[in-house]
């Protein structure tokens, strides 16, 4: 029988998130079966149920991965000097993400809400608390007089919002290097448009 195969420096499970995003992106969290994922990994259904006991399993552990990785990326933002250089960390870090996990990132933006409860609660809660700590580096940066006196929740909305134009494919291939992609974003969202 054959074995799932194994990404580079990943393991059999990374293999099968890897997959399960990628269908998930395409044809939708509702729309995909396990035997489909099992077909586009070319093993028998009942194999997959070793490492996933069901496609929600799945949606969870692709969900709380990127959740866990946007909050690993704000929580070292916090310790950067100046709220500008916790800003610009944070929008790295989106773009590193969506760059490397293009799929895994839409699935994680897009699919959540297909989540079961409680786990739904859990995974809201997670992502609340992410924009709760992007707006306070906003808002201190306000008042510290390092950002212009704007709404902080509408700069939050607007700098979460601007990232994920990445997930347009399109957009990714205009650049030839991701560190343009990257100091474009950072330009206009940091310093604007105005000369």
């Not at 990127?66 to 800003?87: D, P, R, V, W």
């Not at 609340?128 to 390092?146: A, C, F, P």
């Amino acid at each position: 029988m054959p074995r799932i195969p194994e990404p580079q420096n990943g393991t059999r499970q990374q293999a099968i998130l890897n997959q399960a995003s990628a269908l998930y992106r395409t044809r939708g969290y509702k729309a995909t079966s396990m035997r489909e994922l099992a077909a586009a990994l070319h093993i028998q259904a009942p194999s997959l149920y070793n490492h996933f006991k069901s496609k929600e399993a799945l949606l969870q552990a692709i969900c709380f991965s990127i959740a866990g990785k946007f909050t690993a990326g704000i929580s070292a933002a916090e310790n950067a000097t100046g709220n500008l250089k916790k800003i610009e960390s944070v929008i790295q870090n989106h773009i590193r993400l969506m760059l490397e996990e293009p799929d895994a990132v839409y699935v994680a933006n897009h699919e959540w809400r297909n989540l079961n409860e409680p786990v739904l609660s859990l995974f809201m809660k997670q992502r609340r608390n992410y924009e709760k700590r992007l707006l306070k580096i906003i808002e201190t940066g306000i008042q510290k007089k390092e950002f212009k006196n704007t709404n902080a929740y509408i700069s939050t909305l607007t700098v979460l919002s601007s990232v994920r134009v990445l997930e347009l494919g399109q957009v990714q291939n205009k650049f030839t290097h991701k560190k343009d992609l990257e100091q474009t974003l950072l330009t206009i969202l940091l310093y604007g448009l105005k000369k």
